[in-house]
């Protein structure tokens, strides 16, 4: 198993301001994912974070607007840039522990980003 | 990607058996069926996941039949604890991690 921290759990920013949310795990990760889930809605994968190499971004999100960063095996972070109140929802990490062959994932509590 | 259908809600209570039915015409043939569970402010938690015919854990129950085209995630007894969101996914079981939620099933339990 795996213990997934988030930081910050919430905050409240203006429109076109930038937060970066951190994702810490307890143990090495080959790949840690970013998602994010609209109020009453699905998840939605935002990036894939490769620890030495760029991230890869699911259609429809561009790095510009969503920078990864993932310095080491354990950590990565998530800017989400220039906001709008369309920005505010849930922004979740995940990683796969036993190694990217696996389809069990723990998932961090989560960032809840309102943007006004 | 395998499309996935699930209901949109269902309601219980306390007590009973719960089966959360997933349809997914077509899934291919490396394809794993997962399912995760949601509590309202959390990340989702993987519950279960099988190949075929019939998976069990502490947490639950997966049925799937011989063609799989669909399954079953079958909850024991539930209490209200068990009032969350169940995503039922199929992926292949070595694709790299990505995992692509549906619309998922909100069950309701009451006393």
């Known amino acids: 198993s795996a213990v997934i921290s988030q930081k910050p759990s919430r905050d409240i920013c203006q429109r076109g301001t930038s937060l970066t949310i951190q994702c810490q795990v307890d143990?090495?990760?080959?790949?840690m994912f970013w998602y994010r889930q609209q109020p009453g809605q699905s998840l939605t994968l935002i990036a894939t974070a490769n620890q030495g190499s760029e991230a890869t971004y699911e259609s429809g999100f561009v790095i510009d607007k969503f920078p990864i960063s993932r310095p080491n095996l354990t950590f990565s972070t998530l800017t989400v840039s220039n906001m709008s109140p369309e920005d505010s929802s849930i922004y979740l990490c995940s990683a796969p522990p036993g190694g990217v062959e696996y389809n069990e994932q723990f998932f961090g509590p989560g960032t809840r980003l309102t943007v006004l | 990607l395998a499309k996935t259908t699930q209901p949109i809600s269902m309601d219980s209570y306390e007590g009973q058996e719960v089966n959360i039915t997933c349809s997914h015409n077509n899934i291919a043939t490396n394809d794993y069926i997962t399912w995760y569970q949601q509590f309202p402010s959390q990340g989702p938690r993987f519950i279960i996941q099988?190949?075929?015919t019939k998976v069990t854990n502490e947490v639950a129950s997966l049925f799937i039949p011989a063609d799989r085209k669909s399954s079953t995630l079958s909850l024991p007894r539930v209490s209200l604890s068990d009032t969350a969101v169940y995503y039922c996914?199929?992926?292949?079981?070595?694709?790299?991690?990505?995992?692509?939620f549906g619309q998922g099933t909100e069950l309701s339990v009451k006393p």
């Open positions: 099988g190949y075929k």
């Open positions: 143990s090495q990760v080959t790949m």
């Open positions: 996914l199929v992926m292949i079981y070595n694709q790299g991690g990505k995992l692509i």
